[in-house]
């Protein structure tokens, strides 16, 4: 008995559409993939784009603000520089006398304003009370320095280098006590009998050791036995810390 053998014939043509479509299908899922990518990185880079702008927005913000505090700043500092020309100004006509007699000599360097007084205007050799010459000048300064509530004073007990003698050396033991006690009643004065914000004042004593001339001379020590008054910037919000630790 034969067998018979059933041969089918398929056309090319139904291949390769079948070969094709296989193809086909592969390219529409690569393509959707793409696309589902591409999809997720614009919307990640939309993410990142809003969050640029918020960082943009933060820095123009942050800008805008530094360049108004550059501008306040600014014209504090042109204020500041009239009121303290004003201050040297009216310190040189107030006190234009005792200038012209070598008793005083103002100094306006860099912001920064200096009073220099010989020891004669405000006390007697080896003595820290005020003379009442010098209360007459000392009001008329700070009469004047009481108008730039923004600045802070300093003064500055100086002395010549001869050592306290005998009589004085149970009061004052060296020349730092004496510079100290001369510079503190400044400052007492400055506060109790002119009314300027203690907050603003201090006393130092500097002794012998910052001479501004020779002490081989008399005149050169004449120089060295002085009140210096320093005008100086204020810190503001430290005065206003250690005012509310006052209370």
């Known amino acids: 008995m034969r067998k018979l053998h059933l041969v089918i014939v398929v056309p090319m043509a139904v291949v390769s559409l079948m070969f094709f479509s296989c193809v086909s299908t592969q390219e529409y ?3 959707e993939n793409r696309s589902k990518k591409t999809e997720q990185e614009l919307e990640a880079l939309k ?10 927005d933060d820095k123009e913000q942050e800008i805008t603000m530094l360049k108004k505090e550059a501008e306040e700043q600014r014209a ?3 204020r500041e520089k009239a009121a303290l020309q004003a201050t040297y100004d009216s ?5 234009k006398d005792e200038i012209a007699q070598g008793q005083i000599a103002v100094e306006q360097v860099k912001g920064r304003l200096t009073m ?5 205007l ?14 007459d000048v000392l009001k008329r300064i700070g009469t004047i320095l009481k108008k730039i509530p923004e600045k802070n004073i300093r003064i500055e007990g ?7 003698g005998p009589t004085l050396r149970v009061k004052y033991p060296t020349n730092w006590e004496l510079g100290s006690a001369r510079a503190t009643n400044v400052v007492r004065y400055l506060q109790e009998n002119v009314g300027i914000d203690p907050l603003r004042l201090s006393a130092v004593s500097y ?3 910052r001479p501004v001339a020779s002490n081989r001379t008399a005149t050169g020590k004449a120089k060295n036995r002085r009140i210096e008054i320093i005008i100086i910037d204020r810190d503001l919000d430290l005065a206003k810390k250690m005012r509310e630790n006052l209370k």
Not at 116 to 120: L, N, T, V, W
Not at 122 to 135: L, N, S, V, Y
């Open 76 to 78: 504090l500092s042109e």
């Open 47 to 56: 993410r990142e784009q809003g969050q640029y702008k918020l960082q943009i």
């Open 207 to 209: 002794g012998q050791y």
């Open 122 to 135: 405000f006390f007697e050799t080896g003595k820290a009370d005020i003379k009442p010459q010098g209360e």
């Open 91 to 95: 310190l040189m006509k107030s006190l």
């Open 116 to 120: 220099k007084i010989a020891e004669e």
């Open 29 to 31: 899922k690569d393509l």
């Open 158 to 164: 100086h002395t010549d280098n001869v050592p306290i």
